[in-house]
């Protein structure tokens, strides 16, 4: 029984898969209101708390029930959750919340975490950026892999993964571009047809930044499944090519030579270029100048001075 | 003697230089030049201090920015006292490298460096720096990379006669020595441990230094940039960098290094938003401009104007900046499938050169320069130098034979070629080649009595089109 196409493209996809999404530092998962990433922010986290990391959730856009509805219950116990959706200002002083708002609390997760790989996951980033300073919330961000990197061993590129969910809508260029300078990923969620895609642009250090696409959909029971391709019926291009610059299609003058003209200029011989037939015809007594005369009968207005014949004399 | 070695103190020993003179009966004038190593330190002419040059136009003490490419671009070097901005490409990768180079050159010459950064920690910037170039392997690279351009070149066939050859060349490849003023560096490398150990330097790493997140009132400067300005007025004024502690050792020179400035981990929000407190940035930029002037220093900044939302803001930074560099990678633009630059990384802006001491601008000539990062080295190249170096034919074809011949009357380099057809051929080529900007002004090269008015039009009709560049998109 020989191994099925489908089944070694879906492992071969499945490899790809561990090494574009073997997501480290700060990502940031762009969506916009066709695409939601809400979905793909959970199957990552269910993915990193089967991988065995610690897992912390700061949740403020939707309740904690709504939100851990779909994990189940080993994954659920394990989930860190910081709850700000339900007293986000802390008006009920009920102890529980802690102090410094969201900033603290992410402070906090630096502090109560171990050694290890960490994964934290922001729902979402733009509610974070609507009622926080944008230069406040990058600086705490970057301080976050910092402290973790000074506790733990190893560096904190491979350790700490922080999942900021962003909604594209809801920033202008200043925030978004602000956040892109400081993220290590960015995956854009848009697609075609019914069918999800991710842009994912992997920012290296010192390193020229990749781009890849992978399209994939998000399983009721959110794990990833994915797609080798954009859906057959609707193929538009995933990368439209862009086509060929010409620079010299705008000029004035023509800069292409059609075959015949290059064969002419080729074979052009130099006048200034001591050939061996110009040596021929120079050592040949040619005719000489008779070649070449001019006759000119003087008429009877022509008043020739024998001594001036050029007339220019002022006598 | 007494008398001789004493000779360089003051006016008061002209006596004591005529005594000495006619005790070697040589003659009554002596020369006071620089005498033994034992008594040059009471000099009061110019010293020379280890990695800088003066430049040959003017005068002004300048040093390397570790680029040599760049610092011919820049009239020579970087003049100490004054600010180099660097406007970071998209991606921070080739601005990362200009910065390391920088700060890699001041090892090299033995100056005291001053990193400042509010990413990464100054020590570890200084453990990526880029290893020098030794004077035995440089050649052999050079030699070996020459080869390959020579190979290539070869099959193509070459008619080009015109004097692009004349123009200067950007890159002199030479053996380096650690006397001469700019350095090559092998990017693929580190520099070894010993020198970063060997040298003096000083780290400001904001996310440690800043306490607490103060209120801070508009138009007054962030907490981040006063503590920044606090350091280096400190570092100074410690070092002695602006000659208030009495220089009884050799003078040196501070290179002073700001990483992303104006980034939002500073605490500046001028990438975030539009209307936010946009004047700490440019207050910013006064107050160093006030200390470098004041002190033998000499600052590089590297900048992410690409975030910058308020386009004024950007204007301003470049007024209060000295000299401007701005960097435009081809990653991810459309550029990039463009053959004019296919084999380079990006293009180099020089927007801004210093008039210091000076009415005159000294800007180069050439304006569309590109980049790319070979192996080993960083090249800076005018952009026609690839794009004519395939078969073209770009003369009128009734005068492409005068030119292709080299031992005729025509040919290159003789008088009749320079006369004749350069006054018809420039305006050719500079239709094809330049980008023609209407609103620029002329460089004011003369005595200054009379303004330099426009060149010659394309048009006969006296009708001034924006002409069609090769560098411009067509529409």
């Known amino acids: ?315 | 003697m007494a008398a001789v070695a004493t000779c360089g103190t003051g006016a008061g020993s002209t006596g004591s230089m005529v005594a000495a003179g006619s005790k070697n009966n040589v003659t009554s004038f002596q020369r006071r030049g620089p005498r033994a190593s034992g008594s040059d330190s009471s000099y009061s002419r110019l010293v020379s201090i280890a990695g800088t040059r003066p430049s040959v136009r003017n005068g002004q003490l300048l040093v390397s920015t570790g680029l040599p490419a760049l610092d011919q671009l820049l009239g020579g070097g970087l003049a100490v006292g004054t600010v180099l901005l660097i406007e970071e490409d998209k991606y921070n990768i080739y601005s990362s490298l200009l910065f390391k180079y920088f700060l890699a050159e001041g090892i090299i010459n033995g100056h005291t460096l001053l990193v400042a950064s509010a990413k990464e920690d100054p020590a570890d910037i200084l453990q990526e720096l880029p290893a020098p170039l030794l004077d035995d392997n440089v050649k052999k690279d050079f030699d070996e990379d020459a080869c390959n351009h020579k190979t290539a070149e070869s099959n193509i066939k070459m008619k080009i006669a015109w004097r692009y050859q004349l123009l200067p060349k950007m890159e002199q490849a030479g053996p380096v020595s650690s006397s001469r003023f700019g350095h090559y560096y092998d990017a693929s490398k580190k520099m070894p441990q010993e020198l970063i150990e060997a040298s003096k330097w000083h780290g400001f790493f904001f996310p440690e230094k800043s306490s607490s997140t103060l209120n801070i009132e508009p138009c007054s400067l962030t907490h981040g940039y006063i503590k920044l300005l606090q350091f280096i007025q400190n570092t100074i004024y410690e070092e002695g960098f602006d000659g208030s502690n009495p220089q009884k050792k050799q003078k040196n020179i501070l290179r002073i290094g700001i990483q992303n400035l104006g980034s939002p981990l500073w605490g500046d929000d001028i990438c975030c938003t539009e209307n936010g407190n946009s004047h700490s940035l440019t207050k910013f930029l006064y107050v160093l401009r006030g200390l470098l002037r004041t002190s033998l220093s000499a600052c590089m900044i590297t900048m992410p104007t690409h975030l910058i939302q308020n386009k004024a803001i950007i204007s301003r930074v470049t007024n209060l900046s000295d000299t401007v560099v701005g960097l435009e990678s081809f990653i991810g633009s459309e550029r990039e499938t463009n053959p004019l630059y296919k084999d380079y990384h990006g293009l180099i802006h020089i927007r801004q050169i210093p008039r210091l001491n000076n009415l005159i601008y000294d800007v180069s000539d050439v304006k569309d320069l590109a980049f790319k990062l070979k192996r080993k080295l960083f090249t800076i190249e005018w952009v026609q130098d690839n794009y004519l170096r395939q078969e073209r034919n770009i003369y009128p074809p009734g005068f492409s034979y005068l030119l292709k011949q080299k031992d005729s009357a025509w040919g290159e380099g003789s008088l009749q070629h320079s006369t004749f057809l350069m006054s018809f051929l420039a305006k050719a080529t500079a239709f094809a080649s330049r980008l023609v900007r209407h609103s620029e002004p002329l460089e004011q090269t003369g005595s200054g009595r009379a303004l330099q008015a426009a060149g010659p039009r394309l048009w006969r009709d006296g009708r001034r089109q924006e002409a069609p560049g090769l560098l411009v998109t067509p529409p």
Request: hydrophobic share 35%; net charge negative; glycine share 10%.
């Open chain 1, 1 to 315: 029984v020989t191994p099925s196409e489908g089944a070694r493209g879906g492992t071969g996809r499945q490899l790809e898969m561990e090494s574009v999404l073997a997501l480290r530092g700060l990502v940031l998962l762009r969506d916009s209101v066709e695409w939601e990433g809400r979905s793909l922010l959970k199957a990552l986290i269910k993915k990193a708390a089967l991988g065995g990391e610690q897992v912390h959730i700061l949740g403020c856009e939707v309740s904690e029930e709504e939100f851990r509805a779909g994990f189940d219950s080993s994954i659920n116990s394990r989930l860190v959750y910081y709850d700000f959706f339900r007293d986000p200002l802390n008006w009920a002083q009920t102890g529980e919340a802690l102090p410094g708002g969201p900033l603290g609390a992410l402070q906090a997760m630096c502090e109560r975490t171990d050694p290890g790989p960490v994964t934290v996951a922001l729902d979402s980033l733009s509610w974070l950026l609507l009622r926080l300073p944008c230069a406040a919330l990058c600086q705490a961000l970057c301080a976050m892999s910092r402290q973790h990197a000074c506790r733990g061993g190893g560096p904190a590129a491979e350790q700490l993964c922080v999942l900021g969910l962003l909604h594209r809508e809801l920033h202008g260029p200043g925030p978004m571009g602000a956040l892109s300078s400081l993220a290590q990923t960015e995956v854009t969620l848009s697609g075609t047809a019914g069918q999800a895609s991710a842009h994912i642009l992997c920012r290296r250090p010192r390193q020229r930044p990749t781009l890849e696409t992978l399209w994939f959909s998000v399983l009721p029971d959110l794990s990833l499944d994915l797609q080798g391709g954009p859906p057959l019926e609707s193929q538009p291009h995933p990368d439209p090519h862009t086509p060929q610059v010409d620079p010299a299609s705008h000029l004035t003058f023509n800069l292409h030579l059609s075959k015949r003209e290059r064969e002419a200029k080729d074979s052009l011989t130099l006048p200034f270029q001591f050939s061996s037939e110009k040596q021929q015809a120079l050592l040949r007594p040619g005719p000489g100048p008779a070649t070449s005369r001019i006759f000119y009968e003087p008429d009877v207005f022509d008043d020739l001075d024998p001594e001036d014949p050029d007339g220019d004399l002022d006598v």
